[in-house]
């Protein structure tokens, strides 16, 4: 009878401290949220991008949104300038992430388009040591043809919101390969925003971003 | 930079198992690269830094200089871009690029008229199958430089299954042309003396872009000559051979990149800039077996939590 007082007491204990323990372990990033934030994006990604009744114009736009509302475009862009950005004006710094966003849009959405959810796998999330706020999700994209794509995301969490900061593809980072490429190009032309603005827009208006699917 | 080289040549049994080794015909092949080498060795050694002239491969500081862009997607790189907090301006590692841009326009143009022409050629009239067959036989060619450098690196594991490859891949995959190791469990990988240097600790040295072979660095350029040594077929085969080998691995090579490497371009600012990032960003992957670096230390201060407005 004693013993099973003492266990009624113990549960409730257990739950209480459970309880307690909560918002320490909420500090870290949840890294089962993280993939399900993922995995949501892709699925609303490839339902609309594949359907084919849907207009080009409504699937650039209805991609836009998404790119909006899960990809950090600000952080970002502001990565990739570097150095640079604190130099730049306000205007400026609009001007070229307005911009960096049409580049951006131009150049994922077909690539979302083309990868319907039986192609596209999670795989394991890393949470990052250095800073619990960010983790690193592992993917997998099936080719028709050819080994699959290994594809990972690095994402942050605030507010339990995620959102993507970069892509990285076999080993290679777009974002640092950006920086890399544009802060050449800034550095050449000592430090001015305006005119990477205007080389990315040309690009844009030709279409140079869309990625060549033969 | 030299004094790199020096340790590595003392590695293989010093000065006179060098010369001894070079040969009658390896000498011959080998006569215009060891110019080359010792002119980059010799503009390597001006261009170093005084402050990291001396270091032993391994040291932390030699790992971290040229690497401006690897391990710098960590997340005290996003914190640093968001506190505006930068350093002194960052290197580019790149002390010869005049010379390398030179390189670099010579090759596109190269490509453009002579190697993307025949890439494409090749890809269209010849069947996936048969390009795949050209692809295994070629890499089978390849298995003794792999092996060596598994060994080198300590990595038995990846030697085993490079052993495993060549064995049943040379047997019943006929001369290295069907890959049967691959479908029963034994995959293919690639390594190479610049990245066993990597492995021990070594930075790139400086980019550099090779005539017609390329981007690649001081370390990856001497690893290729080190490879041509570790390679029995550079003693047993004809030169006309080993040459048509090269050019073959090129051409399938580049047949596998074409609308990759359109695209890369199509969408770029500055195509030299970005092809030096992604050729330092591969290689590191290449050198970490596809595993994810280290990190470089974390800075205690992050800045809070990032906003991701304009201010």
Known sequence: ?214 | MACLFVKFSAFFGGKDLFSGMVSSSVSRILRPFLGVIALTVFLGACAANPETAGLQPGDPQTIQIAQSDSGQGGSDAWAESESGDFGPEADDNDPLEVPNRMFFAFNEALDFMIIRPVAVTYKFIVPTGVRNSVRNFLRNLRTPVTLANDLLQGNLDRAEITFTRFFINSTIGLLGVFDIAAESGFAYHDEDFGQTMGTYGAGEGFYLVLPILGPSSLRDGGGRIVDIFLDPLTYIAPQEFNLGRTVATGIDFRSRNIEELDSLKADSLDFYARIRSLYRQLRENEINNGAPSDEVPNFSEIPGQATSSLE
């Open chain 1, 1 to 214: 009878m004693r013993h099973r007082i003492s266990r009624l007491l113990f549960a409730p204990a257990v739950l209480a401290l459970a309880i307690w323990l909560q918002p320490a372990a909420a500090d870290a990033l949840d890294t089962k949220q993280a993939a399900n934030f993922l995995a949501n994006l892709q699925e609303k990604a490839a339902e609309r991008l594949g359907d084919a009744s849907i207009s080009e114009k409504e699937k650039e736009d209805h991609f836009r949104k998404l790119f909006q509302e899960n990809f950090d475009l600000p952080a970002i862009g502001r990565f990739v300038i570097g150095r640079y950005w604190r130099g730049a004006s306000e205007a400026d710094q609009k001007a070229f992430l307005a911009v960096f966003e049409d580049a951006m849009v131009q150049r994922f959405l077909p690539l979302l388009a083309e990868h319907s959810s039986t192609r596209f796998q999670i795989g394991t999330v890393t949470a990052d040591s250095a800073n619990n706020s960010m983790a690193i999700i592992d993917s997998r994209i099936d080719r028709t043809e050819g080994e699959p794509y290994k594809v990972s995301w690095r994402v942050r969490e605030a507010n339990g919101d995620f959102k993507i900061l970069d892509i990285v593809a076999e080993g290679v980072s777009m974002a640092i390969t950006l920086r890399s490429e544009y802060g050449t190009v800034l550095k050449n032309n000592g430090g001015q925003l305006p005119p990477l603005t205007e080389a990315l827009r040309e690009k844009v208006q030709r279409g140079a971003f869309a990625p060549q699917i033969n």
